[in-house]
């Protein structure tokens, strides 16, 4: 069974850069599908942030791309998201997934606050 | 970018009934293929989304068959028969038709 778990700070400063990990379990990421990166901001907004594809491709959200980076390390099975940058509009619940067939992990919460 | 608008429900919902929601698409998610790309998910309360129905009219895997999704190519609706406990949530309808992919502003769904 495939599971994906994030962890990261959960406390970030506004201008720096928020870099969160993303651990899968049960399956071998370079195997196939996309890799994505979804956040959920306090209310009920859902963004798609971008992917990293199996075969490393790379797709992101145009609203974010000059702050965004998805990379890898298949040694570790894990990718990787990192937005530059921040402010407190970065403030959001952050999902990675495996959009279909939808597996998702938990998340985690990251605040930007100074 | 795809805009995704969904419809409130009337809540609180009471048990046993169904309920529908609504999601219309800014453009067409029929692809000449002839599937429609358009996703429904539910976020339970303290949970991680939850895909319950792909290709717009598709039950995922250990979805319960009392969720059904239909539509056209702009306008969909997720029913959920006999409202149960476990249904309380948000749901989210998304497009995976183009990049970036884009999610429903989500409806809430409360138990009477």
């Known amino acids: 069974e495939i599971q994906l778990q994030e962890s990261g700070p959960g406390l970030v400063k506004p201008s720096q850069s928020l870099s969160l990990t993303c651990s899968v379990t049960?399956?071998?990421?370079?195997?196939?599908?996309?890799w994505s990166w979804i956040r959920k901001f306090p209310g009920n907004k859902m963004e798609w942030m971008g992917y990293i594809s199996y075969s490393g491709s790379t797709n992101y959200n145009p609203s974010l791309k000059s702050r965004i980076s998805i990379t890898r390390d298949t040694s570790k099975n894990q990718f990787f998201l990192q937005l530059n940058s921040v402010t407190t509009e970065d403030t959001a619940t952050y999902y990675c997934?495996?959009?279909?067939?939808?597996?998702w992990g938990q998340g985690v919460m990251v605040t930007v606050s100074s | 970018d795809i805009v995704m608008t969904q419809g409130a429900l009337p809540n609180p919902v009471p048990s046993g009934e169904s309920a529908s929601i609504t999601c219309q698409s800014s453009k067409s998610l029929l692809h000449s293929n002839g599937k429609t790309y358009l996703n429904w998910y539910l976020q339970r309360p303290g949970q991680s989304p939850q895909l319950l129905i792909y290709w717009m009219s598709t039950r995922a895997s250990g979805v319960s068959d009392r969720f059904s999704g239909s539509g056209s190519g702009t306008d969909f609706t997720l029913k959920i028969s006999s409202v149960e406990a476990e249904d309380v949530g948000v749901y989210y309808c998304?497009?995976?038709?183009?990049?970036?992919?884009?999610f429903g502003g989500g409806t809430k769904l409360e138990l009477k």
């Open positions: 049960g399956y071998t990421i370079t195997s196939g599908y996309d």
């Open positions: 998304q497009q995976f038709l183009e990049y970036p992919r884009t």
């Open positions: 997934a495996r959009l279909f067939p939808g597996d």
